[in-house]
């Protein structure tokens, strides 16, 4: 291990200082207007009136101005040399995860699984409990299914919650108008929302990278404001409120001696249809695993990869890159169907403001940070970022840092910001970045994702 010289760390200790003190001017600046004045009203008068915070201003530029030093001083060891070196120093694909991914997968995998089985049989699992992991599992559900478009080939698609209010409004609007039940409409749902993906897979043929992200960013919301405008058919900004629920074979979960209880002669609890809804969505996201890992082994698979890594390549292999594409898009638009449908068949309530894009950012942010074509990573980011911002709401202990007006479920989107940075600073290819060869000779080998090309399809 190098020393430096004492002229040469003092220097580098200043300019740590100049560069932290750079990031704390411009905290400051940013600060002062959106977390230094808020809105509070007058008791008694009404209306509103501006009150300014300053120790949460001191606070937030105290935490850039060390976080920034520290970033200097230890990640970028201009002054501190760390002993570990390069095992964990931001390498593309990152050591200890990418030579471990194999086994961390055929390790936490399974165990992750047997938890989530018996999850609804522990003591801790109330209805807080089961609501939050019906909502991560969703979440998972729809990051599988836009790993197909991304993670497998390479199509950034920043309209992916679109597809997810075609399914919401197609089993609402069937089961409203034609007095569908939940499992007739739920592969009708997915069946619209896959052709809606190919739908807007033929215009974005000849696009990739920024230009079809923007594109599919229009699409996305070009779909909400037609479900925003159009009252006579989706009751526009009001909603539809009364969708029916799922049933288990028929038996409705409700009092009496011909609901689910009373035919199994349970006592009556609420509890039993969020359970029957968290082991529903668990189905759905384990099918969406086992079909995603299945169509990656066949050709197809093999064709979305190939197109992630160089689209001419492709083409020049005699690859249909059009059949391809379309493929891809309405594989995951499929996915999507079938979780907005049973989004609409939960929440009983769908409006447009549910599926703004705010969502497909969180939805990519999930797949991006987890690792671009990892399932295991999908689901460790989904868990990460869900259940993380609901934490959030049990922090009141920081009231009495910030003071009582201070509401850690405000600055949600400001951490989600401040964890991707993290990340890809960290490990700009994801937490699980390997890849695991479709096809080998012999024994497989897990690939690190400095190797293999993101894809700009």
Not at 362 to 376: E, K, M, R, T
Not at 429 to 436: E, V
Request: with cysteine.
């Amino acid at each position: 291990m190098t020393t430096a010289s004492p002229a040469a760390k003092e220097r580098s200790f200043t300019d740590s200082i100049k560069d932290a003190g750079l990031a704390a001017l411009v905290a400051l600046v940013l600060a002062s207007a959106i977390m230094g004045l808020r809105t509070t009203s007058l008791p008694g008068v009404g209306g509103l009136v501006v009150v300014p915070d300053l120790p949460l201003v001191v606070g937030a530029v105290l935490v850039v101005f060390v976080g920034r030093l520290l970033l200097d001083l230890f990640v970028w060891r201009k002054i501190i040399r760390i002993p570990v070196g390069d095992k964990w120093y931001r390498r593309p694909g990152g050591r200890p995860l990418a030579h471990h991914a194999q086994r961390l997968g055929i390790m936490f995998g399974p165990a992750l699984l047997v938890f989530a089985v018996i999850l609804p049989f522990l003591p801790v699992s109330d209805r807080y409990v089961m609501d939050l992991s019906i909502l991560v599992l969703t979440y998972v559900m729809l990051g599988w299914g836009l790993n197909i478009v991304v993670g497998l080939a390479g199509l950034l698609d920043l309209g992916y919650v679109a597809f997810y209010a075609v399914g919401a409004y197609s089993y609402a609007l069937l089961a409203h108008y034609f007095d569908l039940g939940f499992w007739v409409c739920l592969p009708l749902a997915g069946i619209l929302a896959a052709f809606w993906g190919v739908i807007l897979g033929f215009p974005v043929l000849r696009l990739r990278g920024d230009y079809l992200a923007i594109v599919t960013l229009a699409f996305g919301e070009i779909i909400r404001i037609v479900l925003l405008n159009w009252y006579t058919f989706t009751n526009g900004p009001d909603g539809i409120s009364g969708i029916p629920r799922p049933s288990f074979f028929g038996l409705e979960f409700e009092r009496g001696e011909h609901g689910f209880a009373g035919f199994f002669g349970l006592d009556y609890s609420p509890m039993h249809r969020i359970i029957f809804l968290y082991y529903l969505i668990l189905l759905l996201a384990l099918l969406t695993n086992f079909v995603t890992i299945r169509l990656r082994r066949l050709p197809v698979g093999r064709a979305w990869e190939a197109l992630r890594e160089d689209e001419i390549a492709c083409r020049s292999l005699g690859i249909n890159t059009t059949n391809t594409k379309l493929t891809a898009f309405a594989t995951g638009a499929m996915f999507a169907g079938f979780a907005g449908s049973f989004f609409a068949t939960r929440q009983g309530f769908i409006s447009p403001e549910s599926f703004t894009f705010i969502e497909s950012a969180l939805i990519l942010a999930i797949v991006v940070l987890g690792g671009l074509g990892s399932q295991i990573g999908v689901v460790i980011a989904a868990v990460v970022m869900i259940g993380g911002l609901e934490i959030l709401r049990e922090l009141n202990f920081l009231k009495v840092i910030f003071g009582d007006n201070f509401d850690p479920t405000s600055y949600r989107m400001l951490i989600f910001g401040l964890a991707m940075v993290v990340i890809m600073v960290w490990r700009p290819r994801g937490l699980i970045s390997t890849r695991q060869p479709t096809i080998a000779l012999g024994g497989r080998k897990p690939i690190s994702g400095e190797y293999v090309g993101e894809g700009q399809g």
